[in-house]
């Protein structure tokens, strides 16, 4: 993975150098804000999916790069299959387009580039056009369209090839400059994204813009991926280039990180969605099982084939085929694998004859397949044949930022699978959650959230507080404030200084569960308000002190 995935260099090509990254400390807000813009226009592009009904996020993810980039003006046009979109009456074979930021007179414009002028310069080449100022550029100078509408900042990316079907096109900065290379790069990843889809296929013929719909199927379902941290837009950007794509990938990334997931969401973004997803884990079987269970195995073929036995490679046939722990698989697994990879052909046990395969390889691991490659247990033609393009997925430690966003998630999940009233986690077990260490990742946080709404649930409450978490003190998470060990009791100490110290510890911690609510804190603590407002100030307590 590149260093900042979020800035792509562009081709060569009429692109500006990129803008300096450097952040001053009054730039972080702008720039959170950006990289908030980015994750979110990553993740409808990975929505977008195969669906029917793309207008929706076709239109959001059109006003997320205007956002991003500060463009004034913003045009997608699709043309119906079988059309020349450089040499087409737009009123004809327009099958679908979006604007945002122009008059009736600016679309106008936009569509007269189609047959002289950027737009078209870009379809003719096939490839992306960016300039700084079109009216100072030898390439478009002289053009009537440009010279009619004084155009200047511009970047139009084609969508599609051979011919191209339509473009994307960003006209006018609102600051002074030119479109940067990471501008270009979100302009390339909507035309790449729009490309495969209905919109832009036959199926599409003869649509206009919001016209009647068909529902969808199904639903693509980049939801599953929950938060908003950097290493999630990074994830989210991976994926949007990924998943419309027929090649193998291989997941990597520490136990319980979200593997199985990741592989869901690039079949179900993929254009084999519709076909099954079928999963084997190669660590769970001994070596005796798996080549059987992976291939298929003909009547007597083994001990226990009494009868022919489908393969999950059969099963997956026209699908997506995710193997997980790909490290664990033996020797002469990892040979007929690779035969599949080079060939789409494999052999059942006992078949004197090759089958066929049309399938997808999705692979995972949480082991170093480079050391393993490096001592002879892991062929290393397969590792190349696997990771043609890798994605690592980030351990939890790596978004700790998501933690209060995930828990939300899970806690809803456990009420909706459990049939649950409604509970919700109180501050004080956010702030627990997350300033505990989760060597299991996602799944250890998925499951000790879903065990505390259930032992909440149980107790007929609202909120689900720490205990409810970490019911076990002497498990209590490390850097949890109510651990004894970050309150050690002096050896010395009267009984009105420990009954003070005592005092200071539990109205902090009511007050932090309650997110510092002090008509809460009373009710809980059952002393009136204006006694609570006398407590913190006696120990001097406030958000981030001590411990009083």
């Given at each position: 993975?590149?260093?900042?995935?979020?800035?792509?260099?562009?081709?060569?090509?009429?692109?500006?150098?990129?803008?300096?990254?450097?952040?001053?400390?009054?730039?972080?807000?702008?720039?959170?804000?950006?990289?908030?813009?980015?994750?979110?226009?990553?993740?409808?592009?990975?929505?977008?999916?195969?669906?029917?009904?793309?207008?929706?996020?076709?239109?959001?993810?059109?006003?997320?790069?205007?956002?991003?980039?500060?463009?004034?003006?913003?045009?997608?046009?699709?043309?119906?299959?079988?059309?020349?979109?450089?040499?087409?009456?737009?009123?004809?074979?327009?099958?679908?387009?979006?604007?945002?930021?122009?008059?009736?007179?600016?679309?106008?414009?936009?569509?007269?580039?189609?047959?002289?002028?950027?737009?078209?310069?870009?379809?003719?080449?096939?490839?992306?056009?960016?300039?700084?100022?079109?009216?100072?550029?030898?390439?478009?100078?002289?053009?009537?369209?440009?010279?009619?509408?004084?155009?200047?900042?511009?970047?139009?990316?084609?969508?599609?090839?051979?011919?191209?079907?339509?473009?994307?096109?960003?006209?006018?900065?609102?600051?002074?400059?030119?479109?940067?290379?990471?501008?270009?790069?979100?302009?390339?990843?909507?035309?790449?994204?729009?490309?495969?889809?209905?919109?832009?296929?036959?199926?599409?013929?003869?649509?206009?813009?919001?016209?009647?719909?068909?529902?969808?199927?199904?639903?693509?379902?980049?939801?599953?991926?929950?938060?908003?941290?950097?290493?999630?837009?990074?994830?989210?950007?991976?994926?949007?280039?990924?998943?419309?794509?027929?090649?193998?990938?291989?997941?990597?990334?520490?136990?319980?990180?979200?593997?199985?997931?990741?592989?869901?969401?690039?079949?179900?973004?993929?254009?084999?969605?519709?076909?099954?997803?079928?999963?084997?884990?190669?660590?769970?079987?001994?070596?005796?099982?798996?080549?059987?269970?992976?291939?298929?195995?003909?009547?007597?073929?083994?001990?226990?084939?009494?009868?022919?036995?489908?393969?999950?490679?059969?099963?997956?046939?026209?699908?997506?085929?995710?193997?997980?722990?790909?490290?664990?698989?033996?020797?002469?697994?990892?040979?007929?694998?690779?035969?599949?990879?080079?060939?789409?052909?494999?052999?059942?046990?006992?078949?004197?004859?090759?089958?066929?395969?049309?399938?997808?390889?999705?692979?995972?691991?949480?082991?170093?397949?480079?050391?393993?490659?490096?001592?002879?247990?892991?062929?290393?033609?397969?590792?190349?044949?696997?990771?043609?393009?890798?994605?690592?997925?980030?351990?939890?430690?790596?978004?700790?930022?998501?933690?209060?966003?995930?828990?939300?998630?899970?806690?809803?999940?456990?009420?909706?699978?459990?049939?649950?009233?409604?509970?919700?986690?109180?501050?004080?077990?956010?702030?627990?959650?997350?300033?505990?260490?989760?060597?299991?990742?996602?799944?250890?946080?998925?499951?000790?959230?879903?065990?505390?709404?259930?032992?909440?649930?149980?107790?007929?409450?609202?909120?689900?507080?720490?205990?409810?978490?970490?019911?076990?003190?002497?498990?209590?998470?490390?850097?949890d404030p109510d651990s004894p060990a970050d309150f050690p009791v002096p050896a010395e100490m009267t009984l009105q200084a420990a009954t003070r110290w005592f005092q200071s510890r539990l109205v902090r911690r009511v007050l932090e569960d309650t997110g510092w609510n002090v008509?809460?804190?009373?009710?809980?603590?059952?002393?009136?308000?204006?006694?609570?407002?006398?407590?913190?100030?006696?120990?001097?307590?406030?958000?981030?002190?001590?411990?009083?």
């Amino acid at each position: 993975m590149v260093d900042d995935p979020l800035r792509a260099q562009a081709e060569s090509g009429g692109a500006d150098p990129p803008r300096d990254t450097a952040l001053s400390a009054a730039d972080a807000p702008a720039a959170l804000l950006r990289v908030g813009r980015e994750r979110d226009l990553l993740r409808k592009l990975v929505e977008l999916g195969d669906k029917d009904e793309i207008e929706p996020f076709l239109e959001e993810a059109l006003s997320l790069v205007v956002d991003i980039t500060g463009a004034k003006r913003a045009y997608l046009e699709i043309r119906d299959n079988g059309a020349d979109p450089a040499h087409s009456e737009p009123a004809v074979n327009t099958a679908f387009w979006l604007a945002r930021g122009c008059s009736e007179e600016d679309v106008a414009a936009v569509r007269a580039q189609f047959s002289s002028g950027v737009i078209a310069h870009a379809l003719a080449a096939g490839q992306t056009i960016a300039t700084s100022n079109a009216l100072l550029d030898p390439r478009f100078r002289t053009r009537g369209s440009v010279r009619a509408n004084r155009l200047e900042a511009i970047v139009c990316a084609p969508i599609g090839a051979s011919p191209p079907l339509g473009v994307v096109y960003l006209q006018d900065r609102g600051e002074p400059g030119p479109f940067s290379d990471e501008d270009r790069a979100h302009v390339e990843l909507i035309a790449r994204r729009v490309a495969p889809s209905p919109i832009a296929s036959s199926s599409a013929a003869g649509r206009r813009r919001r016209g009647p719909n068909k529902p969808s199927p199904r639903e693509a379902r980049a939801s599953s991926i929950v938060g908003r941290s950097l290493a999630v837009a990074r994830l989210l950007q991976e994926l949007v280039l990924v998943a419309p794509l027929d090649i193998s990938v291989l997941l990597t990334g520490p136990t319980g990180s979200g593997k199985t997931a990741v592989a869901r969401i690039v079949h179900e973004n993929s254009p084999r969605a519709d076909r099954p997803f079928v999963e084997i884990n190669c660590g769970a079987l001994p070596d005796s099982l798996l080549e059987s269970e992976l291939f298929g195995a003909l009547p007597g073929a083994h001990s226990t084939a009494g009868r022919r036995v489908q393969g999950k490679v059969e099963a997956a046939h026209g699908g997506t085929l995710f193997l997980d722990e790909i490290g664990e698989l033996s020797p002469a697994a990892q040979v007929k694998l690779l035969q599949l990879l080079q060939s789409k052909e494999y052999y059942p046990l006992g078949a004197s004859r090759a089958s066929t395969a049309d399938v997808r390889i999705l692979a995972a691991t949480n082991a170093d397949l480079r050391a393993a490659v490096a001592k002879k247990t892991f062929r290393e033609d397969l590792f190349y044949r696997l990771q043609v393009l890798p994605i690592r997925v980030p351990s939890l430690a790596e978004r700790r930022e998501d933690i209060p966003e995930l828990a939300a998630h899970f806690c809803k999940r456990a009420v909706d699978t459990h049939r649950l009233p409604a509970l919700r986690l109180s501050p004080g077990a956010l702030h627990a959650l997350e300033n505990a260490e989760w060597p299991g990742n996602v799944r250890e946080l998925a499951h000790v959230v879903e065990a505390a709404t259930i032992r909440a649930a149980a107790e007929g409450v609202l909120h689900i507080e720490r205990k409810h978490l970490f019911p076990d003190t002497a498990a209590a998470p490390e850097g949890d404030p109510d651990s004894p060990a970050d309150f050690p009791v002096p050896a010395e100490m009267t009984l009105q200084a420990a009954t003070r110290w005592f005092q200071s510890r539990l109205v902090r911690r009511v007050l932090e569960d309650t997110g510092w609510n002090v008509t809460e804190a009373a009710s809980r603590l059952d002393v009136a308000r204006s006694h609570v407002y006398n407590l913190i100030r006696a120990f001097g307590l406030g958000r981030g002190k001590g411990h009083g």
